[in-house]
C-alpha cells in the first residue's frame, strides 16, 4: 500500500470513532435517562404486545360461538318452510278421522300435501333423480336384483325397475337409487 492510502483509511477510522463518540451518551446522567426511556418503550411495546393477544383470543371464542350458533341454527329455514306442510298433514289426519269426509275427499288432500312437500324439498336443492332406462351407474345407482331380459330395444346395464328413489342435494347424491338392472341373456352366464 502507499502512504497516500493508509493515510486516508487511518482518517476515516479517527472520524468514524470521534462520531460515534459524539452519539454515545457522555455522561452516567445521560446513560440512565436513555436506559429509562428504552424500558418505557419496551413496556409499551409488551402492553401492545398482550392487547393483541387478548383481542385474538377474544376473536377466536367470538369465531367460535358464531360457528356453533350457524351450525345450531342452520336447518331453520328448512324447518320454517316445512311447517304449513305439517299444518296440512295434521288437517288430513283429523279429516281422516272425521267421517264426514269421503276417501277420495282425503286422497286428494294426501296428494296436495305431498306435492306441497316436494315443492319445499326442492326450494332447498334435493331432486329426486330419474333411473328408469337410465344406464347403471355406481357412483348414483345401488343394484339391488339383476334380471336377464330378451327384449332387444333394451340394452344390457340398463335399468328395468326401481325399488327406492335416489335424491340429490343440487349435485351431490345424499341417497342412492335401489334399481333391478338388465343383464343380457349372453351376459347372464358370466
Known sequence: MTDETECSETTEAKEETEEATEKTPSSQAELEKRIEELEGEIAQCEDRYLRAVAELRNYRKRVADQRAQQLQYAHEQLAVALLPVL???????????????????????????????????????????????ERFDTSLHEAVERR??????????????EFRPGYKLHNRVVRPAQVCVCVKQEDAGE
Open 87 to 133: 299444518d296440512h298433514m295434521e288437517l288430513a289426519l283429523q279429516s281422516a278421522r272425521s267421517e264426514d269426509q269421503s276417501p277420495q275427499e282425503i286422497l286428494s288432500g294426501v296428494e296436495m300435501t305431498y306435492r306441497q312437500f316436494q315443492e319445499v324439498l326442492q326450494q332447498f336443492g334435493l331432486s329426486r333423480m330419474d333411473t328408469f332406462g
Open 148 to 161: 336377464t331380459v330378451h327384449d332387444e330395444a333394451v340394452a344390457g346395464g340398463e335399468i328395468v325397475e
